[in-house]
């Protein structure tokens, strides 16, 4: 079993930045390539970015230029640093592997993108 705990989430004016934290535990050896994702009310959820154990990356073409995901494996973690907030990148963000399996999607946490 494998659990996934993200913080860093907030409420930040557009423009502003926030580095989204995904800590890992369990049966990690599993673990390879990860993702961040991330789901509007009302919309489906969505892979925002993803990064392979040799930290090869791709991004969705909206947070592309803004979004950089990044991981250390002597941690555990996966991060998301973002730049340059827009409203429409509110949402509860998630980790998970890459692609998702159902059983480890964790509580998540939020972002606000406001004024």
């Known amino acids: 079993q494998v659990q996934f705990v993200e913080s860093g989430g907030g409420l930040v004016q557009p423009g502003g930045s926030l580095r989204l934290s995904c800590a890992a535990s369990g049966n990690i050896f599993s673990l390879r390539a990860m993702g961040w994702y991330r789901q509007a009310p009302g919309k489906q959820r969505e892979l925002v970015a993803g990064i392979t154990s040799d930290s090869f990356t791709n991004y969705a073409d909206s947070v592309k230029g803004r979004f950089t995901i990044s991981r250390d494996n002597a941690k555990n973690t996966v991060y998301l640093q973002m730049n340059s907030l827009k409203p429409e990148d509110t949402a509860a963000y998630y980790c998970?592997?890459?692609?998702?399996?159902?059983?480890?999607w964790g509580q998540g946490t939020q972002v606000t993108v406001s004024s």
């Open positions: 998970n592997k890459l692609p998702p399996v159902g059983q480890y």
